[in-house]
């Protein structure tokens, strides 16, 4: 029945993230009026990250608290959102005509963050450090679709490399649905016996882990 239950969630919110990301983006590139387009285009950002946290913290929901799984949501929720924060920041301007007209893409729609990101999501679910590792996997889920949405325009922008081609529209789509669940089957192999046994090899050899000292730090997280 779990598992029955399970289906039928992940059925509804790719349903529910594809028709969020078709929707709201005719209804941005119908609407004129600047200041609606803007705040049509954040919302839309926005609601992806919503459901995509939601997507994500869900598969753990029998190893978290509900405060925990509804904290990790508004994370995701929120930081993407926050990221066009950026443009007000590059553009030294709370105008929306000056965050709108930049001649380079600010700070955070840069790429190389989500690498930086992946890193620590590895290491800490690597090690065990749980909540830490769920709290960057929201980051990513985050940047990750916020950044694959800005692609269909520009591409990802890998700074200081340079763009890569614009992401084709069916791509996008599929990418944005399918992060969550990559994102989870990486924290799986991470987790996993053979990598776990390799970390535990060389955690052995470092003098900085004891046995007489209560066992490896990893395992006690």
């Not at 839309?44 to 925990?68: C, E, K, M, P, W």
């Not at 066009?84 to 590059?90: C, P």
């Amino acid at each position: 029945m779990h598992c029955h239950i399970m289906v039928y969630i992940r059925i509804i919110l790719t349903t529910l993230l594809t028709l969020t990301c078709l929707l709201g983006d005719n209804f941005v590139e119908l609407t004129q009026h600047p200041l609606l387009k803007a705040l049509t285009d954040n919302a839309t950002h926005a609601i992806i990250g919503a459901l995509t946290g939601i997507a994500y913290a869900v598969q753990f929901h029998d190893r978290t608290s509900n405060l925990l799984g509804w904290f990790l949501i508004f994370i995701c929720f929120a930081i993407s959102s926050l990221i066009d924060i950026d443009h007000f920041i590059e553009a030294h301007s709370l105008y929306l005509e000056d965050a709108t007209n930049l001649t380079r893409r600010p700070f955070l729609h840069c790429s190389s963050i989500l690498l930086v990101l992946l890193i620590f999501y590895i290491c800490t679910a690597c090690l065990n450090y749980f909540k830490t590792s769920l709290t960057f996997g929201v980051l990513l889920c985050a940047f990750m679709t916020h950044h694959t949405r800005d692609s269909v325009r520009r591409g990802y922008w890998f700074c200081p490399v340079g763009h890569t081609a614009r992401m084709p529209y069916v791509g996008y789509i599929i990418i944005t649905v399918l992060i969550p669940h990559f994102l989870v089957y990486l924290h799986g192999i991470c987790r996993s016996g053979p990598v776990q046994y390799f970390l535990g090899q060389y955690i052995k050899l470092s003098d900085n882990y004891r046995i007489s000292s209560g066992g490896y730090r990893y395992m006690n997280v």
